[in-house]
């Protein structure tokens, strides 16, 4: 636990939040942060989040390195029940994996505002998680629906806001130099990937992700240096927008929008592994863990699970995902936090060099 209280009490921001201004250019506050260092079931309501989690930890002496992975947290500091759930996943896994050597926020961590990153910084500020890492989803950039008086305007983007902007907010508040890195831990290789473009500089982004050909060429540089150097281990990718037509559900989207060239890439690595949010979808459906060459994970979302029908599931869940590496397997566990209940769990097993 001592690990998780200094993981903490190092994630500091300041991000202030600002109101959208009725004319001329807004002003940007500075937005600076430290990171750590070294880095069934049922719906029923869950409970106050400032008591002590009622998890029992899972069984992680065999396993060579525990992680978690969080997506679609959707952050805004009006909205109290996004804060809510967030705290309450993060006490579940505290509980659940005291000696986690990772969590990894996998985008749609905000809508992109000032004062929902200065929200983030609270919540994890005020409750114990280890090390994270994070990347960017479609949603960080929603601030260029924003009018100046504040309201939502899909008609039009924001002549006052960009992607330069909102790359630069993200990258400031948790201390990256781009967009888009990659860590080791315990001899593997962790690769975090973000759409670096929005709608005002690529017009046929949609909600897809961008990755710029040098973000392409460094990964296929990562994935390579990986596989000399880590020979036989699973490589973890993680990009918000997951590949269309690998998990259940990612037919209506393309995902990124090179997706042809982005599958290219992963193929030549059957090892990798790619982590991605974006769909909301229960992991109770299925779909949500396929091998396709390589192995794709979808990890629902902690502030709403959606059905297939793109309706919130009745009762509500909060679904996120506890990740335990082997030597001759992954297992993916699936939990769902208003319940503090398993539903689900997927084995992969790997071929040990």
């Not at 991605?276 to 979302?301: C, P, R």
């Amino acid at each position: 636990m001592k690990h998780f209280q200094r993981a903490a009490a190092l994630f500091l921001a300041c991000c202030t939040a600002v109101c959208l201004m009725p004319s001329g250019r807004q002003t940007v506050p500075a937005a600076e942060a430290l990171l750590a260092a070294a880095p069934s079931h049922s719906g029923q309501q869950a409970g106050a989040v400032n008591g002590a989690p009622t998890a029992s930890p899972v069984e992680t002496s065999r396993a060579l390195l525990t992680f978690s992975v969080l997506s679609d947290i959707h952050i805004e500091a009006h909205d109290k029940r996004s804060q809510d759930l967030l705290r309450t996943a993060l006490l579940d896994h505290a509980a659940l994996a005291p000696d986690s050597g990772m969590m990894v926020l996998n985008g749609d961590l905000t809508d992109g505002n000032p004062a929902d990153y200065n929200a983030l910084a609270a919540v994890l500020n005020a409750t114990p998680h280890p090390p994270l890492h994070a990347t960017m989803g479609n949603h960080e950039y929603y601030r260029m629906w924003r009018t100046p008086f504040g309201s939502i305007d899909t008609s039009r983007l924001n002549p006052f806001w960009s992607t330069r902007e909102a790359v630069g907010l993200f990258t400031r508040c948790f201390g990256y130099e781009k967009p888009y890195h990659a860590a080791e831990m315990a001899g593997y290789t962790f690769i975090f990937l973000s759409g670096e473009g929005y709608r005002d500089v690529v017009k046929d982004a949609r909600e897809d992700a961008y990755l710029s050909a040098e973000q392409m060429s460094w990964l296929g540089g990562r994935l390579s240096e990986a596989s000399r150097t880590h020979p036989g281990r699973p490589v973890f990718v993680f990009l918000h927008q997951p590949l269309v037509h690998t998990l259940k559900g990612s037919g209506q989207e393309r995902g990124v929008t090179d997706y042809k060239a982005f599958r290219r890439v992963l193929a030549e690595y059957p090892q990798a592994v790619l982590f991605s949010g974006h769909s909301h979808l229960d992991w109770s459906l299925g779909g949500q863990a396929v091998q396709n060459g390589f192995l794709s994970v979808g990890s629902s979302s902690v502030r709403k699970v959606l059905d297939f029908h793109q309706k919130p599931v009745n009762p509500a869940k909060s679904e996120s995902l506890l990740v335990q590496i082997y030597p001759d397997k992954l297992v993916i566990r699936v939990r769902e936090h208003y319940s503090r209940s398993w539903i689900g769990t997927y084995v992969h097993e790997l071929n040990p060099s």
